[in-house]
Nanobody
Framework: QVQLVESGGGLVQPGGSLRLSCTVS????????MGWYRRTPGKSARELVA????????NYADSVKDRFTISTDDSENTINLHMSNMQPADTAVYYC?????????WGQGTQVTVSS
């Protein structure tokens, strides 16, 4: 069983930056896939924000390219999402998602609100 705990959400002004972290309860080397998703207001489905396969290159949604960066810290067991030049359209609940031994795991989500 893998547990994921997100942190770092909150309120940010347009043009501002925020960093989300997802703490993973197991060794990061056991993860085959890591990603951040979000559910925007009024939508039921979560959409991909950024992802990375173990040993692969990051992949980003077109709407966040050149603004968001996904990274991992094996020493801290975290998957991070650095968000810059944020816009109101980035307002959403952000979820951490991993695949380990062919099983999907999700965090509980963290609210991010971009507003002046």
């Amino acid at each position: 069983q893998v547990q994921l705990v997100e942190s770092g959400g909150g309120l940010v002004q347009p043009g501002g930056s925020l960093r989300l972290s997802c703490t993973v309860s197991i060794n990061m080397f056991s993860l085959e896939y890591m990603g951040w998703y979000r559910r925007t207001p009024g939508k039921s489905a979560r959409e991909l924000v950024a992802s990375i396969f173990s040993g692969g290159q990051p992949n980003y949604a077109d709407s966040v390219k050149d603004r968001f960066t996904i990274s991992t810290d094996d020493s801290e067991n975290t998957i991070n999402l650095h968000m810059s030049n944020m816009q109101p359209a980035d307002t959403a609940v952000y979820y951490c998602h991993v695949l380990s031994r062919r099983t999907n795991y999700w965090g509980q989500g963290t609210q991010v609100t971009v507003s002046s």
